[in-house]
């Protein structure tokens, strides 16, 4: 009775699974058109020491917050800064460590020269 029992379910499965075969379809195959070509606008030039520069295009919203950013640091933040920027030395990180901050001179090849900067570990 078994053996006829697996024997039913096995080809009712196959049935069914012939039934499904032979009503599906193919998608129908579409290619959609190419987009228009739009020259981006020169956003490299050279700079007054012959090196290639890239500005962004819509560089407004970054000029905005470089203006508006120092002005709300100066009225929310608590991290001093000094000609070197930002100076965190003894702050807390979001992970918990204590924040140790030290000036390095290293040499800078964008401006050709050795430069001071503050490193913080």
């Known amino acids: 009775m078994r053996k006829l029992l697996f024997a039913a379910a096995a080809g009712a499965t196959v049935l069914g699974g012939a039934m499904i075969a032979g009503a599906a379809q193919a998608q129908p195959y579409y290619v959609a058109p190419a987009p228009a070509y739009v020259a981006?606008?020169?956003?490299?030039?050279?700079?007054?020491?012959?090196?290639?520069?890239y500005d962004p295009p819509y560089a407004a919203p970054v000029v905005g917050g470089a203006v508006i950013g120092p002005s709300l640091g100066?009225?929310?933040?608590?991290?001093?800064f000094d000609q070197y920027g930002p100076d965190p030395n003894g702050m807390i990180a979001?992970?918990?460590?204590?924040?140790?901050?030290?000036?390095?001179?290293?040499?800078?090849?964008?401006?050709?020269?050795?430069?001071?900067?503050?490193v913080c570990y």
Not at 40 to 53: E, F, K, N, Q, T
Not at 74 to 80: F, S
């Open 94 to 118: 979001a992970d918990g460590h204590k924040i140790k901050c030290k000036l390095q001179d290293d040499y800078d090849g964008r401006f050709d020269r050795y430069m001071t900067h503050r």
């Open 74 to 80: 100066l009225a929310y933040g608590a991290v001093p």
């Open 40 to 53: 981006p606008a020169p956003a490299y030039h050279y700079d007054s020491y012959g090196r290639l520069v």
